[in-house]
């Protein structure tokens, strides 16, 4: 990761300025954090396609969901929306996210407006024209703009609930995972307030939020957030400092610990092991181009690694593979490297195909690996075909590629727990869900590198693109009671920002179904 000197972000590698983070205005880069500072700028914008009237209309109608969430409690449900769609006019529609419209086609036209002055930002030179020639799949936010012969747009999951007072926030404009929800009643995420950074938790069952550490009154006041990483026990929070914190849930026990005090020291990512043999262990990378064990139970660090390149995401293998973590970063490869080594491996498995740096990464328990990249894809691969690539490291070891409308950089991404979906975002506004065991995905033979492409016996991809206004700065899911999975979103904007849930009914987890 890059602390860029927003003035230039254009310019060549070699005229790159770090820069302290608190002089960064980039949480406002790649479009503003307000929906009504984007109409402002939309009118003047010498490209603009909404009229005066059409945005005096949108404002009018904001005012009265003002008004309508008091009585709501500032949540939407199905019945929320239902009941208010009998207030509007037959041609007015309400969206996810409770905000009224006019017209669907006007809200559309907002959204192509918000496209046309979104700039994703890339480090490498021509990365996003090289990455789009290797797309297999490129998505679209709704219907009518897809090869029905490969991609159908499905209802896979539905609209569950929006709460319009929680409002997450993005510190910096690249590093994106700051919500996460552990269980039925916990999404955690941070708030910045005039004083100082604070981590809240969302209970969605009684939407009431609670703040879970305030660090306004501590000796970390001035601890600029970057990242966070949680699990029903432990909160474990990087800082732009290089200072670690964790949080005992069950024991309010609070400790920190200095990881480093180098200038570019931010931390950037906190891997939590799902696997009891490294409960106690957390890995975390940080722009000094470290990775670190490190025993959150003693407070020490177990091990340091120094790269030749700065990590941005961590993620680790299932239960068959557990001793694997897939690292990315500043780099356009990808590398899978063991863990119990006392020194990183010197022939890790080398994943390719980016024409970018990574920020976002997920494993799944079927053998596929997910990474979304600022070259604006999504590439797909399954560990059972990477041992060649360790003998060809130039050769391109993707299995299918993906992205969707923006062409944007992708900085968030998950997999389901039973590996069956996949979730990613772009940076503003679109999140796309796909069901893996459709458009070919289904029907990867081992033997093969990859998959005849494109078969036409294959069934279509089959993805739903859910549709917000707002920076994603989180996805998450979790598995909730009667056979329920729930996909968290969280959303920055003053204006529109908060948690969206959708959900799937007829879900079994797949450790469950082991035993059934």
Known sequence: MNLLNTEHLWSNQDSFLDIPPQELQARDYELENDLFEFFYKSLIHKDNLLKGDQLSSIINLYEEREQYLEHCNHQITRKVIQKIKQTLSESAMIDSQGLMWPSEGLRNKVLSQRSNLFHSYTHLPDSHRLANLTVDFKLQPHSGHYDSKFMQIQPLF??????????????????????????????????????????????PETNKIYTQLDLVNSQFADLKISTISANRSLISIGSFNGTLLTYDLHTNRFQEYLLTNHLDGIITYILM?????????????????????????????????????????????????QSQVLISGDTQNSFIIDRRLPKLSALPIILTGHYDYTFASDWNINHLIATGNQDGTVRIYDTRYLSNTTKNPSGNSTLFTFSGKLNGAIRNLKFDDTGNYLAFAESIDNVYLIDLKSGGLENIDPGLMR??????????????????????????????????????????????????????????????????
């Open 158 to 203: 539905e609209f569950h609930k929006f709460f319009t007072l929680p409002k997450p926030d993005v510190t910096h404009f690249q590093l994106r995972h700051l919500v996460y929800c552990v269980d039925k009643n916990s999404v955690f995420y941070i708030e910045n307030g005039p004083e100082s950074s604070r981590i809240m938790r969302l209970d």
């Open 273 to 321: 092991s799902r696997h009891r043999s490294f409960a106690n262990q957390l890995m975390i990378s940080s722009n000094d181009k470290f990775l670190r064990s490190f025993d959150y139970t003693t407070n020490q660090v177990i091990k340091a690694d120094k790269l030749d390149f700065a990590i941005n995401t961590i993620c680790e293998g299932p239960v068959s593979e």
């Open 451 to 516: 998959p005849p492409t494109p078969p036409s016996f294959r069934i279509p991809l089959q993805y739903q693109p859910i549709s917000c206004i707002g920076k994603i700065t989180g996805l998450s899911f979790i598995p909730s009671e009667s056979n329920t999975q729930v996909l968290t979103i969280g959303i920055t904007d003053f204006s529109s920002g908060g948690i969206l849930q959708y959900k799937i009914d007829n879900y079994v987890d797949p450790q469950i179904a082991a035993f059934i």
